[in-house]
């Protein structure tokens, strides 16, 4: 399955940015799929997980009350609405299952900036 993100940008410190997911098949809506991020001269990390039929979530507690992921099984795309933007939060972000393939498949992501 390919998966494109989209939505990134630059954003002051608590702002706000809308992050998209879009899959290539319809098979996206029988996954769990989550957010993953990477900070420059950092590991890539868990963000935020979904259920395959939305009903569930779990997230990070960096992002715990500020970001919120949904899905839309009928368009393929999955979303992650990040609110009360922190510096720490600059990252490229991905999409992917949850738990991840192994080896893992990674998009070229998204790149989100904070400035402070």
């Known amino acids: 399955v390919q998966l494109v993100e989209s939505g990134g940008g630059l954003v002051q410190a608590g702002g706000s940015l809308r992050l998209s997911c879009v899959a290539s098949?319809?098979?996206?809506?029988?996954?769990?799929m989550g957010w993953y991020r990477q900070a420059p001269g950092k590991q890539r990390e868990f963000v935020a997980r979904?259920?395959?039929?939305?009903?569930?979530?779990n997230y990070a507690g960096s992002v715990k009350g500020r970001f919120t992921i949904s899905r839309d099984n009928a368009k393929n795309t999955m979303y992650l609405q990040m609110n009360s933007l922190k510096a720490e939060d600059t990252a490229v972000y991905y999409c992917?299952?949850?738990?991840?393939?192994?080896?893992?498949?990674w998009g070229q992501g998204t790149q989100v900036t904070v400035s402070s």
């Open positions: 992917n299952t949850v738990p991840l393939a192994v080896p893992p498949s």
């Open positions: 979904i259920t395959s039929g939305g009903g569930s979530t």
């Open positions: 098949r319809s098979t996206f809506r029988l996954n769990a």
